[in-house]
């Protein structure tokens, strides 16, 4: 049976439990999540040292993973079987090992949670085993957020916590961090633990807890390109050059990337009202005047060259083209010719 990673953790909360978890996919940090649920709540800690058992998935081959879950619980109502790194199994891709665990979903044992935790994979939902889990076990496949939908993780999450956060400090957190849940949660936590009380997170507090500047960062520089004030960009990207660790060159190049690829896209849109653009682009409205600022001051063909420019940038900080270049000279390079 499909489902989200929010109705597993609704029904664990309600102490709702499957025989049978299978948690697979890119995204870890869901799994992660249910995982730690289940291992930290499903049995109080009396019951844990005679029911909860953690095997790796390195270390085990299928028929000793099902030998566990087979156990009756002592003194308890159920056991805890969790299997981290099931997806290295030494079976688990192999006929016998798959059909062992097909046989077993079809008859689980109740008083067994079984979660497999099978991270970075999913499997083919054409064979047998991937028919098995979708049918007899609580399915989660996970996968990587696009881009466009990280703002929207960053608000829910952090009004899961009982805060909310304006526009300008939602789409900062998801530009700085990227796609990467894990960080994004950590650094959203990090800043949270600061207050006792709810309070609405503003760009102030970003850049106060998540260690950006307030004046030399990536969102100040995009500022400056949109109206190409030179002096301004090349104070940033000098920062940059003397601060590399604090300012990687890949994050950089990538939000640069996406600003212009909306630009480009904001061209050619016949319907350049601010509300059609917001949905065209998928950004905030908030943001939508940078594009039509950004539109006045970057012909079409300039924003074509700049896109060139920029995947040129990629190139030569990933050593491809170029490779003798430094990340400071390379930004310098291509600041200055987003901005002639």
Known sequence: MAVTAESILSDLKNRKYAPVYFLQGEETWYIDQITDYIEGHVLSDAEKGFNQTILYGRDVAMNEVL????????????????????????????????????????????STVLVFCHKNKA??????????????????????????????WVENYIGSKGFSAN????????????????????????????????????????????????????????????????LKANKIVNYFEANPKKNPILPVIAILFSFFSKLLIAHHAQDKSERNLASLLRVSPYFVKDYLIALKHHSLPAVINSIHHIKQADLRSKGIDNASMAEGQILKELVFRLLH
Do not use: W
């Open 167 to 230: 526009t300008k400090a939602i789409q900062m957190l998801a530009d700085s961090i990227g796609a990467d849940l894990e960080r994004l949660s950590n650094e959203i936590d990090k800043i949270l633990i600061n207050f006792k009380d709810p309070v609405q997170i503003d760009e102030q507090i970003v850049h106060k807890y998540v260690g950006i500047s307030k004046d030399y960062n990536v969102f100040e520089l995009q500022k400056a390109l949109i109206v190409k004030d030179v």
């Open 123 to 152: 499997l083919d939902k054409r064979k047998a085993l991937g028919k098995a889990v979708e049918k007899h076990a609580i399915a989660l496949t996970t996968k990587k957020l696009y881009d466009n939908q990280v703002p929207g």
């Open 67 to 110: 030998t566990h879950a087979r156990r009756f619980p002592m003194m308890a109502e159920r056991q805890v079987v969790i299997v981290k790194e099931a997806q290295n199994v030494s079976d688990i891709n192999r006929e016998k090992g798959q059909k062992l665990l097909c046989d077993y979903l079809e008859n689980p044992v109740p």
